[in-house]
């Protein structure tokens, strides 16, 4: 029996490594991408720990060479899903008890696999499977995920801490249990370290989850469960389901074992897996945890007396690193009049120099979009906008699907603060931008916090720190993770905790002590020490 106090002290964060050309991590890369590329993996269903493969198969493609197929997967039915709850609540009975500090262990082992043996392996899949270049998946599937793995841990240290006081003569304690009952992991594709924490952050605090893995992320999350498989996670507790997910929501959610849902993807989705529960209260255990982080229409506000360098570089990255497929990216920018021409010139001056190709050549700076839904999607707002007679397309805009899902970074500009593409989410490398009059720049930020339905991200550029604070105040329910003077992407774990509000989630900050108390029921014990034995009130003795 293990009684002493672990301590789990604040990590600091994984290292960004840099893939020099001849650098040890780059040739190891470059080594797995090579074997990834030539292997086309059979990925099966994992229920309590035991392969399953139903024949009824899926492809997943490249999406920056989309006939090149890097695996084909079995897809889940009706009843492998009704398998995987009866799995997960088997395992519930020992993982529910097992002691943090083991869980821990195994998830700080989790974070020292990813550091060393699977971080080529993860980083390759994340590539090829999601069109993700060096760096980029280096700080996801990597570093994002270490980190996710080590902060929570430390979360989880400090919640188990909190306790209550004692009175005379009694003891009192809290005891954070798991929610009784299983968690519906859903995630989504564009980053592996989402993927990840969605499944580990419940688990790590005692749960059990039923996790569907998006289609077009699956390899590399295939690879994430052999991982967790290595650092001692036992059978069941995660249990792999790849296929629709309509159908596991569905059955999920059917069952009265349903705890919660971890959500992170298009708000869309995540309202039909909300009503889907809702449809079950009554029927469940419990009232269920429902978790989610979903889309945005991240903003730049720029004001007057903004630095226009600094502007375009931030549009520039804040739009169009992973080709705007970040739930993060700049997707509006509202830019003085005076500004913009000087601000629009840097922006083409950088992207006539970037080039966009395939993920394995390190000097694209644009890779694919996900799929042909994806670059459809973007296609069609740009023919909008080419229609449109309030709206132009002043850069980029050429879509060419015949390799890969390819969208250059593109400007529409309009004249119509309500045009379609400054209200809707298009998940794409797209920026419209928003001229105003420079004077106008209250009235404005007031229009900029009542445009969208999100509030996910956004950004401010201003030298007057007044002006600034002003923006800031009027701005203040429109993002949950606000900059000032920085693109509103680039969250980073413990020092920027990620989520927002309105349509764009339930803002538990994923990587932060608001998500871990989400998968915990507190149960609060009193001990008397000499139970009284005299019902009197003392006077009347
Ligand atoms: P998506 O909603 O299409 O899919 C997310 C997951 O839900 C996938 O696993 C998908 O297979 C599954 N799914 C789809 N339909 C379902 C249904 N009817 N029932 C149950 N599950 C279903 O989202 P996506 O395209 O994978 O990801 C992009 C979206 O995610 C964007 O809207 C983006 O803003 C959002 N996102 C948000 C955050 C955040 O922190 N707020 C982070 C990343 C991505």
């Known amino acids: 029996m293990n009684n002493s106090i672990i301590s789990f002290p604040l990590p600091a964060n994984e290292p960004v490594k840099a893939y020099l050309a001849g650098s040890p991590e780059r040739v190891a890369l470059e080594k797995e991408l090579e074997r990834q590329s030539k292997m086309v993996v059979e990925i099966p269903i994992i229920i309590g720990g035991k392969e399953i493969r139903t024949g009824d198969m899926g492809e997943v493609t490249c999406p920056h060479d989309h006939k090149h197929v890097i695996a084909r997967y079995h897809k889940v039915g009706k009843k492998e899903v009704e398998m ?41 899949a994340t590539m090829l499977g999601q069109s993700k270049n ?44 798991p929610l009784e009952g299983f968690v519906l992991a859903v995630t989504p594709f564009n980053f592996t370290s989402i993927a990840s924490n969605l499944c580990m952050t419940p688990v790590l605090m005692g749960n059990v989850a039923l996790w569907k893995p998006s289609t077009t992320a699956l390899l590399s999350n295939y690879y994430l469960m052999q991982l967790y498989k290595e650092a001692g996670l036992p059978d069941g507790v995660v249990n792999f389901l790849p296929g629709s997910g309509a159908l596991i929501g569905e ?120 799929d042909e839904a994806s670059f459809n999607k973007c296609k069609s707002y740009i023919e909008y906008a080419r229609e449109a007679k ?66 996910l991200t956004g950004a401010v550029f201003g030298r007057d720190r007044m002006a600034v604070e002003k923006i800031t105040e009027i701005l203040s329910y429109a993002a949950g993770n606000f900059y000032i003077n920085d693109k509103p992407t680039g969250a980073v774990v413990g020092m920027q905790p990620f989520g927002g509000a309105r349509a764009s989630g339930t803002n538990d900050k994923a990587g932060g002590e608001f998500n871990l108390i989400r998968w915990i029921i507190p149960r609060v014990i009193k001990e008397t020490l000499v139970s009284p034995t005299d019902y009197r009130y003392t006077y009347m003795k």
């Open 84 to 124: 995987a709850v009866d799995a997960a609540m088997k395992a519930w009975k020992e993982w529910s008890r097992t002691p943090w500090t083991t869980r821990a262990a195994i998830v700080m082992k989790m974070a020292e696999l990813l550091a060393t043996k699977y971080r080529p392996i993860m980083n390759a």
């Open 134 to 177: 060096f760096y980029q998946a280096e700080i996801d599937s990597a570093c994002e995920t270490i980190d996710f793995f080590r902060y929570n841990v430390h979360y989880a240290s400090k919640i188990y801490a909190m306790q209550p006081k004692d009175g005379a003569g009694q003891l009192n304690h809290t005891e954070y249990r």
């Open 251 to 370: 059955v999920a959610t059917a069952s009265r074992h349903f705890a919660g849902i971890h959500f992170t993807g298009s708000t869309a989705t995540f309202n039909s897996l909300w009503n889907q529960a809702a449809k079950g209260l009554g029927k469940y255990v419990s009232y269920p945890r429902i978790v989610g982080e979903t889309g945005g229409k991240d903003f730049i506000f720029v004001h007057p007396s903004a630095d226009p360098k600094a502007v375009a570089t931030a549009a520039f990255c804040g739009a169009y690193e992973f080709q705007g497929q970040k739930c993060s990216a700049a997707s509006r920018m509202y830019i003085p009049k005076s500004l913009w021409a000087g601000v629009l010139e840097d922006m083409k001056a950088m992207a006539a120099e970037v080039k966009m190709g395939d993920v394995t050549d390190p000097s694209n700076f644009i890779n694919a979009v996900i």
């Open 390 to 455: 309030d709206a132009d397309v002043v850069m980029g805009g050429t879509c060419n699907n015949s390799k890969g899902w390819f969208v250059e970074p593109t400007v529409i500009e309009t004249a119509n603060p309500h045009f379609k593409s400054m209200e809707e989410e298009i998940f794409g490398p797209v920026l419209t931008v928003y001229p105003y009059d420079d004077e106008q720049w209250e009235e404005t930020a007031n229009l900029c916090n009542e445009t969208s339905p999100y509030g």
